[in-house]
């Protein structure tokens, strides 16, 4: 063979370099050709041969092609020595410079044996001059010499199993066991050499180093920072004296410190890894080494849930192995208890987000080990469910993921076919993680983009036909199945607790089950079953579409602030529309409109209630969910109207629209971060749309009772307040005033007589008893309150406001938006009261005086007893009242001559005021912020309640749906007080210089 081509058929990639290389093997090289094409990497494989070959030659001329031959004579060795040299250049280079350690690899046990852990300890600690036998052992080697033969010997042995792997196919559990232990042996030899170098004191003090990670779990990666725990204790010395409590800190700090130097420093024989004791008590904050009583005081005291979870792999590996053993028998039980702690799945969850928060955005879809579908989603579910379950269940109590996998197989906590994809996907994904750091032995969880490295690593996991097509295919499938068996893990276990489920799957016990969903953050979990049990009882289409739904509903859920509410609320719903053909095959089909649903029931009272009233408003969610215009609800309001055949039975098709339109911008706002001002706005014009039909509806109705023909007179709405000023929230009333005038030829008495029909006729209408939010209509900032006319005319407003009006009453006006109802009248009305509210040479001092008179009244009389001033959302520092003031007094004081200031909302007012110079640009902004914030912290918490509240509330569950809502990660309320704290201190600073001077 000794065309190009033919290499290249065989699997080179350059046929020309092969056929030269080839021919400089000599005799060997026809023998040897097919276990090279067998590699990973055969070029690769063919140059480390002849550079191995090369070394051993200027050692002692002659050996090199001895070599060759006696490996081509010896199949095994040659299969093993082409496979390392195919898939490692960096095990290539060490056979280079230790020519000799090829024969490591004729061994004809080798592919049928693996050296026990006591063995491979041994031999590590004779690298570096040490008796194995000795108590404790220490290096007899000059410290240079031991540091180096600690990294020969310990490339020599992975050198033996990395053949193993790639020859004979070790399994993955296995693999990584080898390597922890020759972890833990290389830890043991490093302490040898440290008590070398730290001398007499050493013996003051019992070290035992504690592997944690996957060196703990026994399932180490070929190349990792070893994650390790030092515990000490003062030793008794010779004299029967126990050791000085300082010197033996002293002592156990130096053995520690050098141990993690001596494995981490590089050499003339490079490094080994690095030594990682961030997981200890405090992280890098805390000493390097604790005894006992002091790790115990720091778990039992300040430890937190993830702290614990990685405690879940914690196993003595080096030094003191009694100490060590007392440190595991000391946190076994604090272990197996974190699931009860409050907190708990709040804890593991936001952990899983900081991972995957942390994964550089140019990785995240290449990430074997972090990104979604990775191996980080297998390890923290395997790991939840054993610190739920494991309480109860002692056989669970395995470090490996994938015993750990095995024993919740067998004991039912999860289905047998998930657990054996679960445990094939994972098992693929690590094996492709072990390649990839072979090669190169770095530490690195990305698969690669390049063609040639993706070659190699299809070839290494033996797919030779388009190798690198085929991994990719392998391998998005295998992270398409830890997508979908991370997602019902935990929650199709729970559906065979109390529905008969197909198939032969052990099905978890009612308590199993109880305590899943308690870990999982249901506060109610017998009630949580209850409801599962009514969703999936049966053998309906429904219930067998239920079944497929709620493993990942349940998921969504319990990422919600209240599970126990999503849950109720969808059994509501379903009850509902479980039979209609629409509802489950759109939840089914549709994976968004699902999701969007279990956020909001999980989330919000307000909409779960809408919902159960409007059940068809779920179809919504899979449309848009921007609030609809006021002429667009109006329309659809008025053809509902003419259908109706009372006044009453029109009013409910009115109010039915409403409610589906409220759902909507709520439901925006929970689910597409609909922006406040635009929900203010939406409400605002549902309002005016509201207010227009029933004031139609009310009109005839009247003029019907009276019998005539048209109506005397004609009426308009003012809207006022926030109302006025668009700003409406969900839980705000419609303030109003009433302008009527009489028509041409009509007496004033008969057109007022009926306008006060009408406008009772249109609350009336809108207070009865229905299935939606009532709309309370008030008229109490008219002129004279409650006890002046509901309805005057403009006259009558002119009358008033020239005679009787308060500063007050002006500053009410700047929000008077006449929106419903005649339009001609409302321009009057608008044109009434332009010279009131924005006087051509502002208000007088002695009015800016009354008005900040008034303003502290507010503030000391009208803030509820008990009330926090610091985080009442209207009264509060820096809350909604001082913002509307301070914008409100500049309004009166400039708009006369800015007209830019005359408008009714808030935030377009403050942006007129600085174009005016009348306030600094900074300080708006910081006025501008906290009205933002204040006004979607206020609707939240009607979202999260279902009724209005003035107070960020003190309940943790509620603070942290209102979090949610406002867009922070679970576990944040905390960060979400500080800023709203940090932001309305600002703003009241601010008020204070420019409302108060």
């Not at 590699?39 to 001895?66: C, F, I, Y």
């Not at 790639?166 to 008590?195: F, K, M, N, P, W």
């Not at 690195?444 to 299809?458: I, K, N």
């Not at 009389?861 to 913002?883: M, S, W």
């Amino acid at each position: 063979m000794n065309s190009s081509g033919s290499y290249v058929r065989l699997g080179f990639v350059d046929g020309a370099a092969a056929a030269r290389g080839i021919e400089r093997l000599g005799a060997a090289g026809a023998p040897l050709t097919a276990k090279l094409a067998a590699a990973a990497d055969p070029d690769a494989a063919l140059e480390g041969l002849l550079r191995l070959a090369e070394s051993l030659d200027e050692r002692e001329p002659g050996t090199g092609a001895a070599m060759l031959v006696e490996v081509a004579d010896d199949e095994g060795t040659a299969m093993r020595l082409c496979c390392v040299l195919g898939a490692s250049t960096a095990l290539t280079h060490h056979l280079a410079r230790h020519p000799d350690q090829w024969r490591e690899l004729t061994d004809p046990t080798l592919g049928t044996t693996r050296p026990a852990a006591y063995a491979v300890r041994e031999a590590m600690l004779t690298a570096v001059g040490a008796d194995p036998h000795a108590d404790p052992p220490v290096a007899g080697l000059p410290d240079a010499e031991a540091v180096d033969a600690l990294r020969v010997e310990y490339r020599r042995i992975l050198l033996r199993l990395a053949s193993r792997d790639l020859a004979h196919h070790v399994g993955l559990d296995d693999a990584a066991a080898e390597i922890s232990d020759l972890a833990g042996a290389t830890l043991e030899a490093a302490l040898a050499v440290a008590r070398a170098r730290v001398g007499e004191i050493a013996a003051s003090a019992r070290l035992s180093v504690i592997a944690m990670g996957k060196c703990g779990g026994h399932e180490l990666n070929y190349i990792s920072d070893v994650d390790v725990v030092f515990v000490y204790e003062p030793a008794v010395l010779e004299s029967g004296e126990r050791a000085d409590d300082g010197t033996a800190l002293r002592a156990a700090t130096q053995l520690a410190s050098h141990l993690m130097r001596i494995c981490s420093d590089p050499t003339r024989e490079g490094t080994i890894w690095p030594v990682d004791a961030n997981l200890r008590p405090e992280g890098s904050q805390g000493p390097l080494v604790r005894t006992l009583a002091s790790h115990r005081g720091y778990y039992e005291k300040w430890a937190k849930t993830w702290e614990f979870q990685a405690l879940l792999k914690a196993r003595p590996v080096a030094g003191d192995m009694e100490l060590g053993r007392a440190y595991l028998e000391m946190i076994e039980p604090m272990v197996w208890s974190v699931a009860e702690r409050t907190g708990f799945v709040t804890d593991v969850q936001a952990m899983r987000r900081r991972v995957i928060d942390h994964i550089p955005a140019h990785e995240a879809e290449r990430q074997l080990k972090l990104g979604s579908g990775g191996l980080r989603d297998v390890e923290f579910a395997v790991q939840l469910l054993q610190l739920v379950h494991g309480r109860a269940d002692p056989s669970l109590r395995e470090g490996a993921t994938l015993s750990a996998l095995t024993r919740l197989t067998e004991g039912g906590y999860v289905g047998r076919e998930d657990g054996e994809k679960l445990h094939e996907a994972y098992s693929f994904l690590r094996t492709l993680e072990h390649r990839i750091q072979l090669h190169q032995l770095r530490r690195t969880h990305v698969v690669p983009e390049d063609e040639a490295s993706l070659r190699r690593l299809g070839r290494s996991i033996g797919l030779f036909s388009e190798p690198a097509v085929q991994l990719d295919k392998q391998w998005r499938y295998h992270r398409r199945e830890v997508r979908r068996l991370h997602e019902k893990l935990f929650y199709r276990p729970l559906l065979g607790a109390v529905a008969k489920l197909p198939g032969t799957e052990a099905r978890l016990s009612l308590q199993a089950a109880e305590a899943r969903l308690s870990a999982l953050g249901y506060a109610d979990p017998k009630a949580a079953l209850r409801h599962l049990e009514a969703l999936t009882s049966g053998v309906s289409r429904t219930s067998d579409i239920q079944r497929t739904l709620l493993p990942v509903l349940l998921e969504w859920f319990a990422d919600s602030p209240d599970p126990d509410a999503g849950l109720f609320g969808f059994r509501r719903i379903s009850e509902s529309l479980g039979r209609t053909p629409w509802y489950l095959t759109m939840l089914r089909d549709e994976g968004e409109v699902a999701q969007r649903l279990a956020h909001v029931l999980g989330t919000s009272r307000y909409a779960t209630d809408l919902l159960e009233r409007e059940p068809q408003g779920v179809k919504m969610l899979g449309n848009s969910l921007v609030p609809l215009s006021a002429e667009a609800a109006l329309a659809e309001m008025k053809a509902l109207v003419e259908r109706a055949e009372t006044p009453e039975a029109a009013a409910v098709a009115v109010r039915a629209v409403r409610r589906r339109e409220l759902l909507r911008i709520a439901c925006g706002e929970l689910v597409a971060g609909t922006d406040v001002a635009v929900v203010g706005q939406g409400l605002s014009r549902l309002t005016d749309a509201t207010l227009q039909a029933t004031l139609d509806i009310a009109t005839v109705s009247v003029r019907r009772q009276r019998n005539l023909k048209t109506a005397p007179s004609r009426i308009a709405v003012v809207a006022m307040g926030r109302y006025g000023g668009f700003e409406l929230s969900y839980g705000s009333d419609a303030d109003v005033m009433f302008v009527q005038e009489p028509v041409e030829g009509v007496e004033a008495q008969a057109a007022a007589s009926f306008a006060q029909a009408v406008v009772s006729e249109v609350r009336r209408l809108l207070s009865l008893p229905a299935s939606d939010p009532p709309l309370e209509v008030d008229p109490d900032l008219r002129p004279e309150g409650k006890n002046g006319p509901m309805v005057r005319t403009v006259e009558s407003y002119a009358a008033y406001y020239a005679k009787w009006s308060h500063v007050w009453e002006f500053q009410a006006l700047l929000r008077a938006d006449p929106v419903v109802g005649d339009e001609a009248l409302r321009h009057r009305f608008t044109e009434l009261i332009d010279p009131l509210r924005f006087p051509v040479e502002g208000i007088s001092e002695s009015d800016v005086v009354e008005v900040r008179r008034i303003k502290a009244r507010v503030d000391n009389e009208r803030l509820p007893r008990g009330a926090d001033r610091q985080t009442h959302l209207k009264l509060g520092r820096g809350g909604l009242a001082d913002v509307e003031w301070t914008v409100q007094l500049l309004q009166m004081r400039h708009a006369g001559t800015h007209r830019g200031l005359r408008t009714p909302q808030t935030l377009p007012a403050l942006d007129a005021a600085v174009e005016a110079d009348l306030i600094a640009a900074s300080d708006a902004e910081m006025l501008a912020e906290a009205w933002r914030l204040v006004s979607r912290v206020r609707n939240a918490v009607t979202l999260v309640r279902g009724k209005p509240a003035d107070q960020l509330p003190r309940d943790a569950r509620e603070r942290a749906a209102v979090a949610r809502v406002l867009g922070y990660p679970a576990g944040s309320s905390d960060q979400m007080l500080n800023d709203y704290l940090r932001t309305t201190r600002r703003a009241h600073a601010v008020v204070e210089r420019v409302f108060w001077e």
